[in-house]
Structures are given as C-alpha cells and as structure tokens.
C-alpha cells in the first residue's frame, strides 16, 4: 500500500475497520458483565477481538505519524505540546466533569466509587474508564515525538515490552492498577511499527511541510 499525500482512503478504511471492532468487543464486554455471553462462542470471539483490535489503531496512528521522524528539537517540543492540548485537556475535563456524577450515583451501584482513588488520575486511573486510550496514546506519542528517529525505530519497537516487565513487576509489589501506562507500553511497538511501515511505503516529507505544528 502506497501512502498519498492527505487523506489515505485505506487507512481511512483500517480506521473504520478498528472502531467497528472496538465497539463489537465493548459490547460483547457488556454482555458478559451481564451474565448475557457466558458461552465458549463469545468468550472466543472476546479473545479474538481483543487480540488485535486495539494494537490495530495504535497501528494506524503510527503510520499518520510519520512525520515524527523529521522533526528537529523544537518540533519535537511543539508536537508534543500540541499532543498535549489535543489529549490530556479533555481527559482532565472529562474526567473532572464526570466524576460528580459517578459520586453521587455509586450509592445505587454494586462497586461504588472511592474517592480516595482520584489522585490516581495523574496515572491514568480516570473514573472514566474509557478515557485510558488518550492517557495511552498521548505517552506513546511523547515518547515518539521525543526520542524516535530514522536511526533508532528498531530499538524503540523492542524497549518498551522491557519497560513494561518493569512497570508490572511495580505494579504486583504496590498494588497499584497503573493501566493505562501499561497500555502505553504494550501498544507503543505497534505505533513504531506503524511509522516503520509507513516509511518504508512512502519516505517522509521535508520538514517544510510542517512550519504549522498545531495543524497536525
């Protein structure tokens, strides 16, 4: 698959694809916390999905990332403050405007929320459950935007299932449930292998293309 300059109708079709697939499994999810799909064919199907799907999207965000790979060292500070803005201000609003709600209705549920959990949102532990992936991708992206080169995508597809055995090993000592970190590290190869992928299709443009970092 050859990558055209704007919009790439198959990864617009990959993109589709994902989210389609990521809305199947959170259902199949659902019925399951229902008592709903408790049979071999949905457990094999839920372990299908969750197989690939979401390493799927961190997939394609790395291969429309590409031009990671030209960014001098204020681009590299741009992009990830623009990551930021586009990322982690709506994980902390969201997160800030549905916490109330969940607050007030845990006394109807069968896990009520503890409050005392809240300072957790700075690792990704948002009472929003849904709102890991930007917690996750907005890590990847960092660490991309700050580290990856042309030289160096081997070693970063490889070093970050290291930092995950690490991060678990943490993880099973304290206690803490940092989830959306470990999501980072198990999808970060995917997204190297995305802009790996999508340099060997189509080399990066200049670094001209980009004088407007917030436009990405």
Request: proline fraction near 6%.
């Given at each position: ?9 198959e ?46 999207i ?75 992936f ?41 206690g ?41």
């Open positions: 698959m050859m990558i055209k300059k704007g919009r790439s109708k990864i617009d079709a990959a993109r589709g694809v994902g989210i389609i697939l990521v809305v199947l499994g959170h259902c199949i999810r659902g019925m399951a916390g229902s008592h709903l799909s408790e049979n071999v064919i949905f457990k094999t199907l839920d372990d299908f999905l969750y197989s690939f799907h979401m390493p799927l961190f997939f394609i965000s790395g291969v429309v990332s590409l031009k990671i790979l030209n960014f001098d060292r204020e681009h590299r500070h741009n992009y990830i403050k623009s990551r930021f803005i586009r990322l982690m201000i709506p994980y902390i609003i969201v997160t800030l405007l549905y916490t109330p709600f969940i607050l007030f209705l845990s006394k109807f549920a069968n896990s009520p929320y503890d409050i005392k959990k809240f300072p957790l949102v700075l690792l990704g532990q948002s009472p929003y459950g849904v709102l890991w930007s917690y996750s991708l907005f890590l990847i992206q960092a660490f991309a935007g700050k580290f990856a080169n042309e030289n160096n995508l081997p070693l970063m597809i490889f070093i970050s299932p290291i930092i995950l055995s690490v991060m678990n090993a943490f993880t099973n000592k304290t803490i449930n940092l989830y959306s970190i470990s999501n980072a590290f198990i999808n970060c190869p995917f997204f190297m292998l995305g802009i790996w992928f999508g340099k060997q299709n189509c080399p990066p443009p200049p670094l001209r293309i980009y004088t407007d970092i917030y436009n990405f």
